[in-house]
Nanobody, 122 residues
């Protein structure tokens, strides 16, 4: 059974940085493209970035382009989200999930982890 455990969130001032981590277990992470999603209060969960199985291709949503980057360490079954130049509108709960391929828009696994809260505020 797949398990996704996110960590690394917290309270940060506008302009600050955070690195989120996701540990994948129960499946072979290298068999999947991986992704980060976020859900702000009162909004639907949205896909913000993905990375191909090889790590050679990534996609990034317009809202976070140039500020967020995704990378993976398959030896540790982990995927990371580096977030720079954070803005108050980045406040959300952040989740990871797999994708069937880097261009997919739907998560590969129906279950989600608990997510990690990111709050950007002065």
């Amino acid at each position: 059974q797949v398990q996704l455990v996110e960590s690394g969130g917290g309270l940060v001032q506008p302009g600050g940085s955070l690195r989120l981590s996701c540990v994948v277990s129960g499946v072979t992470a290298s068999d999947y493209a991986m992704s980060w999603w976020r859900q702000a209060p009162g909004k639907e969960r949205e896909l913000i970035t993905s990375i191909a199985r090889s790590g050679g291709t990534t996609t990034v949503a317009t809202a976070v382009k140039g500020r967020f980057s995704i990378f993976r360490d398959d030896a540790k079954s982990m995927v990371f989200l580096q977030m720079n130049s954070l803005k108050p509108e980045d406040t959300a709960v952040y989740f990871c999930n797999a994708l069937r391929n880097v261009w997919a828009q739907a998560p590969a696994f129906p279950s989600w982890g608990q997510g990690t809260q990111v709050t950007v505020s002065s």
